[in-house]
């Protein structure tokens, strides 16, 4: 008797299927590719966002099976392929192929200028221009061009003021989806950018970098009037305005103006009664910081200013300024009525009343 082999499959019909339009879909990814070249809105972008792609397949060898299995394209707009792992409906059994690769990570094309990997052939082509310097989207308003149609959109904004992307804490809307990730730190206090030297850390990486600045005592703004020097421009153009005297923040309740924003923030908080800087303590919150400093040298009991005459310490330097014309015998506070001179305002206060109470008599 003739013996036959036996060949056994540990793979299923379907596993089997699937191999086989793997293989396929990374050739009909070309085509894909190339119409991603001129759009954004491609089939890759509508499932899933991919970092970039790859032009060197390491996992699939671009060949027809050997058996010429055929299966079905499942092309149909009106057939949902759905993802096992997340129940998203995807229009073709292709797309569901790339949009996998959002859960498993996977990313078989490498760019073969810095090794980048990518989960499609469409963003190592969109990759690729970055070192070819290739830009094919230009803007019509202003002419600056762009490798990508998704950051000609971006940019559009900057001409059109629109800003779609909105937060859902208290409403504040940005133009770039960035940006609104960023500004969420502010809610939930998350700090990721993270200073190798001391530790520090801060909510988005400019922060960071002029962070840096304190370490390496680099401060290449210089002052054209002074000649003060600076470690980032922001902080050089807040200092020129001592020097014109412009104050551009201007509160619009009561109309005071600022040479800074952050002054402006501050000072706003006495018309709203605004207090976020609180006492880890005793809970009493503060306009200011500087305020909640202070305070909290009535828990821990540190006297940082100190008098240069007989040692004493105070709390704060307004004390110490009190306390120093008991050395010097400065009498600032005088009053009104008969001229007499006290150190402290209080004790003019005082005093008012002698007069105060002649009156009452006469």
Same mark, same amino acid.
């Given at each position: 008797?003739? $013996?036959?082999?036996?060949?056994?499959?540990?793979?299923?019909?379907?596993?089997?299927?699937?191999?086989?339009?793997?293989?396929?879909?990374? @050739?009909?990814?070309?085509?894909?590719?190339?119409?991603?070249? @001129?759009?954004?809105?491609?089939?890759?972008?509508?499932?899933?966002?991919?970092?970039?792609?790859?032009?060197?397949?390491?996992?699939? =060898?671009?060949?027809?099976?050997?058996?010429?299995? %055929?299966?079905?394209?499942?092309?149909?707009?009106?057939?949902?392929?759905?993802?096992?792992?997340?129940?998203?409906?995807?229009?073709?059994?292709? &797309?569901?192929?790339?949009?996998?690769?959002?859960?498993?990570?996977?990313?078989?094309?490498?760019?073969?200028?810095?090794?980048?990997?990518?989960?499609?052939?469409?963003?190592?082509?969109?990759?690729?221009?970055?070192? =070819?310097?290739?830009?094919?989207?230009?803007?019509?308003?202003?002419?600056? !061009?762009? !490798?990508?149609?998704?950051?000609?959109?971006?940019?559009?904004?900057?001409?059109?003021?629109?800003?779609?992307? *909105?937060?859902?804490?208290?409403? %504040?809307?940005?133009?770039? @989806?960035?940006?609104? %990730?960023?500004?969420? *730190?502010?809610?939930?206090?998350?700090?990721?950018?993270?200073?190798?030297?001391?530790?520090?850390?801060?909510?988005?990486?400019? $922060?960071?970098?002029?962070?840096?600045?304190?370490?390496?005592?680099?401060?290449?703004?210089?002052?054209?009037?002074?000649?003060?020097?600076? !470690?980032?421009?922001? $902080?050089?153009?807040?200092?020129?305005?001592?020097?014109?005297?412009?104050?551009?923040?201007?509160?619009?309740?009561?109309? @005071?103006?600022?040479?800074?924003?952050?002054?402006?923030?501050?000072?706003?908080?006495?018309?709203?009664?605004?207090?976020?800087?609180?006492?880890?303590?005793?809970?009493?919150?503060?306009?200011?910081?500087?305020?909640?400093?202070? &305070?909290?040298? =009535?828990?821990?009991?540190?006297?940082?200013?100190?008098?240069?005459?007989?040692?004493?310490?105070?709390?704060?330097?307004?004390?110490?300024?009190?306390?120093?014309?008991?050395?010097?015998?400065? %009498?600032?506070?005088?009053?009104?009525?008969?001229?007499?001179?006290?150190?402290?305002?209080?004790?003019?206060?005082?005093?008012? *009343?002698?007069?105060?109470?002649?009156?009452?008599?006469?």
């Amino acid at each position: 008797m003739q $013996a036959f082999p036996v060949i056994v499959s540990v793979q299923s019909e379907e596993e089997e299927s699937l191999l086989h339009e793997t293989v396929k879909e990374e @050739n009909r990814e070309d085509r894909d590719g190339a119409e991603a070249e @001129n759009s954004s809105d491609t089939d890759d972008s509508a499932d899933w966002t991919p970092s970039a792609e790859s032009l060197t397949p390491q996992s699939h =060898t671009e060949h027809e099976p050997a058996h010429g299995n %055929k299966v079905s394209e499942d092309a149909g707009p009106d057939k949902l392929h759905k993802c096992p792992q997340c129940g998203k409906g995807l229009s073709t059994r292709s &797309h569901l192929k790339r949009h996998v690769r959002s859960h498993t990570g996977e990313k078989p094309f490498e760019c073969p200028d810095c090794s980048k990997k990518f989960a499609h052939r469409s963003a190592l082509k969109t990759h690729m221009r970055t070192h =070819t310097g290739e830009n094919l989207f230009s803007c019509s308003v202003c002419g600056k !061009s762009f !490798s990508q149609n998704g950051n000609l959109k971006t940019h559009m904004r900057t001409h059109t003021g629109e800003k779609p992307c *909105r937060c859902p804490v208290c409403g %504040k809307s940005f133009s770039q @989806n960035g940006n609104l %990730k960023s500004h969420m *730190r502010t809610h939930t206090g998350e700090t990721p950018f993270m200073c190798s030297v001391c530790g520090n850390s801060f909510s988005h990486s400019g $922060a960071l970098t002029t962070h840096m600045t304190t370490h390496t005592a680099e401060k290449p703004f210089s002052c054209p009037v002074c000649a003060m020097t600076f !470690s980032h421009s922001g $902080a050089l153009k807040s200092h020129t305005r001592i020097h014109t005297g412009e104050k551009p923040c201007s509160c619009p309740v009561c109309g @005071n103006s600022f040479s800074r924003n952050g002054y402006l923030k501050i000072h706003m908080r006495t018309h709203t009664g605004e207090k976020p800087c609180r006492c880890t303590v005793c809970g009493k919150g503060f306009s200011r910081n500087v305020d909640l400093q202070r &305070h909290m040298r =009535t828990h821990t009991g540190e006297k940082p200013c100190k008098c240069s005459v007989c040692e004493k310490s105070f709390s704060r330097n307004c004390h110490l300024k009190t306390h120093m014309r008991t050395h010097t015998g400065e %009498k600032p506070c005088r009053c009104s009525v008969c001229g007499k001179c006290f150190t402290r305002n209080c004790y003019l206060k005082t005093h008012m *009343r002698t007069h105060t109470d002649d009156l009452a008599v006469q």
